[in-house]
Nanobody, 115 residues
């Protein structure tokens, strides 16, 4: 399950932007659902945004208007564009991808928003 490839995390100042790309394992036959979740220290993991195989998106209230999720079906990849970041967005971000009878989570990538 560690074959989900996440990238793009790091340290950014408040008000800044980051893009988180994620690619599904090569062995997955087709992708149904792609999402990003996050978990801050001492808190539960929360769904941030998702997109399904027909492009319907979902956003948590705490990121609406700031984050955008998109996908490249041919590359089996999903992207999370994060703008107007604030310190409360600091967390470990996880990519989640599902296919027919399959579910994969990435290992998580750190996003830190700090001046």
């Amino acid at each position: 399950q560690a074959d989900v490839v996440e990238s793009g995390g790091g340290l950014v100042q408040p008000g800044g932007s980051l893009r988180l790309p994620c690619t599904a394992p090569g062995r997955i036959s087709s992708v149904y659902f792609m999402a990003w979740a996050r978990q801050a220290p001492g808190k539960q993991r929360d769904l941030v945004a998702s997109i399904n195989n027909i492009g319907i998106t979902y956003y948590a209230d705490f990121v609406k208007g700031r984050f955008t999720i998109s996908r490249d079906a041919a590359k089996k990849s999903v992207y999370l564009d994060m703008n107007s970041l604030n310190p409360e967005d600091t967390a470990l971000y996880y990519c989640h991808i599902t296919g027919p009878g399959e579910s994969y989570w990435g290992q998580g990538i750190q996003v830190t928003v700090s001046s």
